[in-house]
């Protein structure tokens, strides 16, 4: 198993995340991993109780890591208490995974809206369908608002997105990258946001670190 060095490791996180995210995604094409852009999406609540999901990831750049989700569904209303969280890529196939810890805030309408009119017409029914991680009393309660929607608005008509959907940008401060290798002496390079006296983002980006496995 080839390893991760040093050596190896651009000067910002999102350049090796591009790259292995890359080769994800041809291990994917290949049939060896399932949706490479799953993530663990974990948060902590008010009273500081964890919660864990499956999310997609939906973009990402030099600003953070974005996903679309229901806005009073129980990660949203964690975050608009506690906007601290963690993304976990597991992609055990490849022995690797990506760790994300960072800070969530919503994206802008504009942006949220653009992405709804690219999914497919099905999704952006569910959308409104779904009171996402509200107790309902039967699964026939979910079809039939879903007929709902359906006959309201056909194949072709245009979906308005709901004003409670939306994205979240997860703005990272650190990023792991782990890679697997023989008897348990993996590889973790983690790039940390090298910071100011103030606690703002010192023009010099990113310090690399090495941590023992």
């Known amino acids: 198993m080839d390893g991760l060095t040093e050596d190896q490791a651009p000067a910002t996180p ?30 902590v609540d008010a009273e500081g109780r ?10 990402y750049d030099e600003r953070g890591f974005v996903f679309f989700t229901n806005y009073d569904s129980r990660k ?31 994206v802008a309408r504009e942006e949220t809206v653009a992405y709804f009119r690219t999914r497919p017409h099905g999704s952006q029914l569910g959308a409104w369908a779904s009171a996402q991680s509200s107790v309902i009393a ?4 979910l079809d039939r608002a879903y007929a709902d929607l359906e006959a309201r608005y056909p194949e072709g008509e245009q979906v308005p997105a709901p004003a409670h959907w939306g994205g979240f940008r997860v703005a990272p401060r650190s990023v ?3 890679q697997g290798r023989a008897n348990r002496l993996h590889d ?26």
């Open 14 to 43: 999102v350049e090796l995340f591009a790259l292995w995210f890359t080769q994800a995604l041809a291990a994917a094409d290949a049939g060896l991993l399932y949706e490479p852009n799953a993530m663990v999406v974990s948060t």
């Open 50 to 59: 964890p919660g864990s999901r499956t999310v997609l990831l939906k973009g």
């Open 76 to 106: 949203a209303r964690d975050l608009a208490a506690n906007p601290n969280i963690s993304l976990l890529f597991p992609w055990h196939p490849m022995a690797r995974q990506v760790i994300v810890t960072g800070v969530a805030e919503r």
């Open 138 to 141: 039967t699964r026939e309660e």
């Open 176 to 178: 792991e990258f782990w």
């Open 188 to 213: 973790r390079l983690r790039y940390v946001v090298r910071t100011e006296q103030d606690g703002a983002a010192a023009a010099s980006g990113w310090t690399v670190e090495r941590l023992s496995p």
